[in-house]
């Protein structure tokens, strides 16, 4: 992987990439934590087997290769095995990732605040007990923002998804936005529009189905439903891995941070954010296209 980044940290690896033989119709879902990448596998699943009843068993079916917790040579033999058109996740950003010149790469984005405070109800909700010193359950010195903004893109602070991850996240796959294979999408555009966020992702993978079915699709993938059926939904759903499957679709609701961080806080946020970001890409990272 000499012509990619590397991301190492305590959950993922992308050098299990190395792994993977990239198929030209495969659909790589890359995002930060938090930001829709569920939200965004189930409307792939449900598209691409036309079948509103679909099982769609994330983390099985749909792998998350860069995490640590299967064997890389047992995934990547699930993967090669696979004789239908394969769906595959990571939280590494684009510049991490082999870049193939025809599979499809979806990257979803959201608010950094919203994604934040969803990530620390995620890892409370996690056995993932080495996070717990950056995002402190119990924190009267407010060190867990602190480290959100003070936090690298790289090394044991990717997988606490710090401000500079993010926005390493936004800037790799925007550099890349200009090829018709790579695709950046808004959780407050696919919150806004349901139905034309499908009809945006069926265009990309080149399949349609009548109205009324492209209908039952969005009612299956509204967070409502996601939530109510989080048995079926969530991923590793049923194996034990959440303290609750149901809590993994928390609120799915934007402006959650607002009233709870002090104006310093907001300020150094502020600044960090106008420091690398032009105000129009600010603007689209925060509210996305139609704000």
């Known amino acids: 992987m000499t012509d990619r980044k590397l991301y190492l940290g305590p959950l993922t690896d992308n050098r299990r990439w190395d792994m993977v033989k990239i198929r030209p119709d495969d659909v790589i879902v890359a995002s930060p934590p938090k930001c829709g990448t569920t939200w965004m596998q189930t409307i792939i699943a449900l598209l691409l087997s036309g079948d509103v009843e679909v ?26 095995a696979m004789t239908h058109r394969r769906c595959l996740k990571s939280h590494t950003p684009m510049d991490g990732l082999p870049l193939d010149n025809q599979a499809q790469y979806i990257c979803v ?23 717990d010193l950056w995002y402190l359950e119990d924190d009267p010195e407010r060190v867990t923002f602190r480290r959100f903004l003070d936090g690298g893109a790289e090394g044991f602070d990717t997988d606490a998804m710090p401000l500079a991850h993010i926005l390493r996240h ?17 959780y407050a555009d696919m919150k806004r529009d349901l139905p034309g966020t499908f009809a945006q992702v069926a265009a990309l993978l080149g399949v349609s189905y009548p109205a009324d079915m492209m209908a039952q699709f969005v009612q299956v993938a509204r967070f ?8 079926r939904y969530a991923p590793s759903a049923g194996k034990g891995f959440f303290k609750s499957d149901e809590a993994f679709f928390q609120s799915g609701s934007s402006g959650k941070w607002h009233g709870q961080l002090t104006d310093d806080e907001l300020a150094a946020y502020d600044a960090m954010m106008n420091a690398k970001l032009t105000s129009a890409e600010r603007k689209w990272l925060e509210f996305g296209a139609a704000s």
Do not use: G, Q
């Open 55 to 80: 099982e769609t068993e994330l983390s099985f079916k749909m792998p998350w290769v860069d995490i640590r917790v299967r064997e890389m040579d047992e995934v990547a033999e699930r993967l090669e």
């Open 170 to 186: 936004y800037k790799a796959a925007k550099a890349l936005a200009d090829r018709p294979n790579v695709t950046l999408f808004h």
């Open 109 to 131: 984005f959201r608010h950094p605040l919203d994604a934040h405070f969803s990530y620390r109800d995620h890892l409370r909700n996690t056995p993932l007990l080495w996070f």
């Open 224 to 231: 409502d439903n996601m939530k109510t059926n989080a048995d």
